[in-house]
């Protein structure tokens, strides 16, 4: 578990357990019936939705989701400027062990395109080809979280439905009735609790993952075009360097330093000055 993710378990037990805690007896609270209709109903509608085959990728996803594995642009842009100038010493065949050490599948594959000699345009469209293969299986992954987040608050409302069929049987007994209607509404608790504070966001922390993987694809095959061009090591950090988009957001461009308030003072001054014409003007 990285610091984010520590930070943010932390901050929702700071929370939450707080509000539990001073609002009365936590035992109020637990139900596990509705909590097992909640939690059952989703995973069963899942089951019943999606192959096992995107079940096990989503499953993949969310055990990767705090490995930092991707590459930001500064790496990419030296990894390539790299494989550029070792293409032009030691030739194509020495490319594909430095693409086997970055472990990017995505990369050896391009580089593989590059050894066996292939048309620029035929390595574009297979890398291209994989891309989007590759974000049509997560695009089917997380839609998994989509219909959690929309099936969790849908069972607990058919739980507390449940719970009020209970209660009118029971309409004899006053105090019976309160201690049902309870537990009825808990069973709606439960769904928008699941949905929103753990379906939906991590259904959002993994697409924002997708789309670094995006980036990072598309910086690959930029770089892969500019070793099938035999660029050399300058052109490979132009062809690569003006993709700005994919710079990581904790590097902004510095803001320009503000002028010392002398400087703004000649600046006034400059103004005041009565602007002289030309000698020829005066005559």
């Known amino acids: 578990m990285n610091r984010k993710s520590l930070i943010t378990a932390i901050l929702a037990v700071g929370v939450l357990a707080p509000a539990f805690f001073m609002s009365g007896e936590v035992s109020l609270y637990l139900n596990p019936t509705g909590l097992l209709l909640v939690v059952g109903g989703t995973l069963t509608g899942v089951f019943l939705a999606y192959p096992m085959e995107t079940l096990r990728g989503l499953w993949s996803q969310i055990r990767g989701v705090n490995e930092d594995r991707l590459m930001s642009q500064p790496q990419i842009l030296a990894l390539f400027v790299d494989m550029a ?4 010493r030691e030739g194509v065949r020495a490319l594909e062990r430095s693409a086997q050490e970055t472990g990017n599948q995505f990369l050896e594959m391009g580089v593989a395109l590059v050894a066996d000699d292939r048309r620029p345009e035929d390595i574009r469209e297979r890398l291209e080809q994989e891309f ?10 997380l839609a998994v979280f989509s219909l959690m987040g929309r099936l969790a608050p849908a069972l607990g409302l058919a739980g507390t439905v449940v719970g009020m069929i209970r209660m009118l049987h029971q309409l004899k007994d006053p ?19 699941i949905a929103n504070l753990l379906v939906l966001p991590m ?9 670094a993987e995006g980036v990072e694809m598309a910086l690959i095959t930029e770089g892969i075009m500019g070793l099938a061009a035999e660029d050399n090591g300058a052109a490979m950090h132009a062809r690569l360097g003006s993709f700005r988009f994919a710079q990581p957001t904790g590097m902004t461009q510095r803001p320009a330093k503000p002028a010392r308030p002398w400087v703004r003072g000649l600046r006034g001054l400059r103004g005041l000055i009565p602007q002289t014409g030309s000698a020829g003007d005066e005559r």
């Open 175 to 193: 105090g019976s009735v309160a201690a049902g209607m309870s537990v009825a509404l808990l069973t709606t608790f439960y769904g928008v609790l």
């Open 203 to 211: 259904e959002r922390k993994l697409r924002e993952r997708n789309r």
């Open 132 to 141: 989007d293969f590759f974000m049509a299986r997560r695009e089917a992954e």
């Open 85 to 88: 100038r070792q293409l032009r």
